[in-house]
Nanobody
Framework: QVQLVESGGGLVQAGGSLRLSCAASGSIFHINAMGWYRQAPGKQRELVAAVASGGNSDYADSVKGRFTVSRDNAKNTVYLQMNSLKPEDTAVYYC?????????WGQGTQVTVSS
């Protein structure tokens, strides 16, 4: 079992920055992919950013150049640095971890960007 605990959400003005963290705990040997999805009201959950254990990352087009995903394998933690935030980035952000052929989710953290 893997438990994911997120932190770092909140309210920020447009143009501001936030950093999300997600720590995985449990009997973990090696987590493959980790990353972040988000879900805005009335919309489907969408992939924001993903990072493999080796460091390769991928981003949604809407956040490229503004968001940076990273991970600390020793701490089993994934981060999402969000800069130049826009009101359309407002959503609940969920971290995920793919481990031993199972997908685990965090509880979600609210990010609200005011105009």
């Amino acid at each position: 079992q893997v438990q994911l605990v997120e932190s770092g959400g909140g309210l920020v003005q447009a143009g501001g920055s936030l950093r999300l963290s997600c720590a995985a705990s449990g009997s973990i040997f090696h987590i493959n992919a980790m990353g972040w999805y988000r879900q805005a009201p009335g919309k489907q959950r969408e992939l924001v950013a993903a990072v493999a254990s080796g460091g390769n990352s991928d981003y949604a087009d809407s956040v490229k150049g503004r968001f940076t995903v990273s991970r600390d394998n020793a701490k089993n933690t994934v981060y999402l640095q969000m800069n130049s935030l826009k009101p359309e980035d407002t959503a609940v952000y969920y971290c995920y971890a793919f481990y031993e052929d199972r997908l685990y989710w965090g509880q979600g953290t609210q990010v609200t960007v005011s105009s």
